[in-house]
């Protein structure tokens, strides 16, 4: 048993399996993939989170908050960039860590991978139904109190959950629906739905920047850092900072940790390797050039939202288009929302098209039933069961779910993520120090450390209850694994049959790798 856990995937093996007639398309080119991570990266993180983060946690030291975010997510970004050149293939890191760590290790990224895409898309859908309701609410309009909202929410507080007297989040609901038929469709469609979002959602974000300057009060960042610059918690212990009522931290690394959120999706383009045209090249292009120029108009963003209205005066569910109504606005207001409905529709579509494609490496490797999750459509070519199967989840759990419980479950969920991908640059550099890398992160093993360091700063830095819940996700994870994955495994079928061709006893020493034997 112990070696079927450990067992890795060899590179050939991967690159072998691209020749099969359930290969993806490559019709993805670097402003397509670059395009995707914009796509998944500005949405709810800068039209939501921003305005709760600022006004709960940290104030106008979010600028900064978002420069600590950023840092870990360029070392990461370059980890990923360098696999993704090497292993061209659907899976992301869960395909990495699959040929470094091994089987187990592959299974637990690729059910904390579930965890990251799916609800990160269930969690982002909040932010399109609130500004939906804020753009139907400037022409009088309103949705019945029952359908505005998810029925259950949880008071941090009290560590409680309480019913809100609603019935679903309607919008979210509809949004997902509407995502879920676009991704059956296809790849090449979808790509341009999006490219034809990000373009409107940019246009919006510029006309925040440019039009918000002239509306700034250099007083509205005064104090800076209300709540300190620090804000460090251990399994729920605040190690320094100021906490809030509910004994979390506040500050400015806490905003960090908060924020992160809207850092997740540049990682999404290297899940897309399989269909990019030449992913050794336009991977690394795209995953590079999305981050910073995500970083840069989200220091941007909110300078100009904090220079506009105090912090302490933001929306927490609309902040960016409210801001604007603060100041008279209206038709900004109006573009704004309008804009922020499209462009985080666009993020629900590039994490949910992720997850497939999650699901679809998994299957291939028999960890999941292979007959449904790799079903690739005759006509779309696309993983459309697969597909269906994450509307469903994200749908349900977008509509009966808040968006505080969804987004810090995120957020744990994708730093350990970074966690385990930093890692395994690390174990592929020693391990295979002579592999072709088209890519090569630089300044190894600084950078990864560093990855590695940050990542597990923000992740202690998040409310305790959080590791809770990951604890229970990974369990839920082992349980479907052991069940069923480690019985159907492709890898252990072919370790089975390389140790009777070598004559291998398995009593005798563990085999870890199929390179080995």
């Not at 966690?419 to 890398?437: D, F, G, K, Q, Y």
């Amino acid at each position: 048993m112990r070696s079927q856990l450990l067992a890795k995937k060899p590179l050939k093996l991967l690159l072998d399996e691209m020749a099969g007639e359930h290969r993806l398309l490559r019709v993805l080119g670097p402003v397509q993939l670059t395009s995707l991570g914009v796509g998944a990266i500005i949405g709810a993180g800068i039209f939501v989170a921003t305005g709760n983060a600022a006004h709960d946690v940290a104030g106008p030291a979010l600028m900064l908050s978002y420069v600590v975010a950023g840092s870990a997510c360029v070392f990461a970004a370059l980890c990923y960039a360098e696999f993704a050149s090497m292993v061209p293939v659907a899976g992301s890191a869960y395909t990495y860590a699959y040929t470094t760590l091994g089987e187990l290790f592959a299974w637990i990224i690729g059910w904390d991978l579930v965890l990251e895409y799916a609800v990160s898309a269930a969690t982002v859908t909040h932010g399109a139904s609130a500004y939906f309701q804020d753009l139907i609410g400037i022409f009088g309009l309103k949705l019945p109190q029952a359908l505005s909202r998810a029925p259950f929410d949880f008071d941090a507080t009290l560590g409680k959950w309480y019913a809100t007297g609603t019935l679903l989040d309607s919008p979210a609901l509809l949004v997902t629906a509407l995502v879920t038929v676009i991704l059956v469709i296809g790849i090449k469609e979808s790509a341009s739905f999006n490219a034809a979002m990000v373009m409107l959602k940019l246009a919006i974000v510029l006309l925040v920047i440019g039009l918000g300057v002239f509306y700034i009060n250099p007083k509205n960042w005064h104090p800076f850092s209300p709540y300190g610059l620090t804000g460090v918690s251990f399994f729920g212990k605040t190690l320094f900072g100021q906490t809030d009522a509910g004994g979390q931290p506040m500050g400015m690394l806490a905003g960090g940790a908060i924020i992160f959120f809207a850092y997740i999706g540049f990682d999404s383009v290297s899940t897309h390797a399989e269909e990019a045209r030449n992913p050794q090249r336009d991977v690394p292009i795209g995953i590079i050039t999305s981050l910073i120029l995500c970083t840069v108009l989200y220091i941007a963003v909110t300078a100009v939202l904090t220079g506009m209205v105090p912090y302490n005066k933001l929306d927490i569910n609309a902040p960016v288009a409210d801001a604007f109504k603060q100041q008279g606005l209206t038709w900004a207001q109006l573009l704004i929302s309008l804009g922020a409905v499209a462009g985080i529709t666009s993020v629900v579509l590039v994490t949910m098209l992720s997850q497939a494609r999650i699901l679809l490496a998994m299957a291939r490797d028999g960890l999941l039933p292979a007959k449904f999750f790799a079903a690739v459509h005759e006509r779309f070519r696309t993983p459309w069961k697969s597909t269906i199967v994450t509307g469903i989840f994200v749908g349900t759990t977008a509509a009966l779910l808040p968006i505080d419980v969804l987004l810090t479950l995120v957020n744990i969920g994708t730093l350990l993520a970074f966690v385990i991908v930093c890692s395994a640059v690390l174990i592929m550099r020693r391990t295979h120090p002579n592999a072709e890398r088209p890519f090569r992160a630089p300044l190894v093993p600084l950078v990864p450390i560093l990855g590695i360091a940050i990542c597990l700063l923000l992740m202690f830095s998040l409310p305790a209850e959080n590791w809770l819940r990951l604890l229970v996700w990974l369990l839920i994870g082992f349980a479907i694994y052991f069940g069923y994955g480690r019985k159907h495994s492709v890898m252990a079928r072919r370790l089975e049959r390389e140790i009777i061709k070598h004559g291998v006893s398995p009593a005798g020493s563990p085999v870890t790798s199929v390179d080995e034997l």
